[in-house]
């Protein structure tokens, strides 16, 4: 069985925030609207006005989080391309200049993790290495220069054991 190309402990964050946000937060914004509506005239209720903006914004990241866990299950590793960089994408980097090596794993958005080299598919360095292979020369542009990297290396989720 093919699982859904993200980790388990980024699965478990979605799912954790998703939890929260309809059982214990959505209920205490109702509760408050309901303390709220109590106090009367609601044309000049600003804790009743409170209330209501937080639960359009608690009921926004709902859908949009049970989008993404929807979005997420629908990838499979046999989706996953093996001979270019993409999601789940282990890649090795020699800086030109300096002769430095650097390793980036490419994951989605709700995985970064700068400090352990996890970065975004739709970050600077993800959006310039996605779709490359080993071998190839790329221009990554940084927050402070503008660098060449040539890719030493790439291992994709098929040739690493799962979690």
């Known amino acids: 069985m093919s699982r859904p190309p993200i980790t388990k402990a980024g699965s478990e964050r979605l799912r954790a925030e998703l939890e929260k946000l309809k059982f214990v937060d959505r209920p205490r914004i109702i509760a408050a609207i309901a303390e709220a509506r109590a106090h009367g005239d609601l044309k000049e209720n600003a804790e009743y006005h409170a209330a209501k903006e937080k639960q359009g914004i608690v009921s926004a990241r709902v859908g ?5 866990i929807k979005e997420l299950s629908m990838y499979t590793t046999s989706s996953i391309a093996r001979d270019v960089i993409g999601y789940g994408s282990l890649v090795e980097l020699e800086d030109l200049d300096s002769g ?3 390793r980036y794993e490419m994951v ?4 970064v993790d700068a400090a352990a080299g996890r970065v975004s598919l739709t970050s600077p360095v993800g ?3 996605l779709k490359r292979s080993e071998g190839d020369e790329v221009t990554i542009q940084l927050p402070n220069a503008r660098r060449r990297f040539e890719i030493v290396s790439v291992t994709t989720i098929h040739d690493r054991p799962s979690e």
């Open 64 to 68: 949009a989080l049970e989008a993404r």
């Open 100 to 102: 430095e090596t650097v």
């Open 108 to 111: 989605f958005a709700e995985e």
């Open 127 to 129: 959006q310039a290495l």
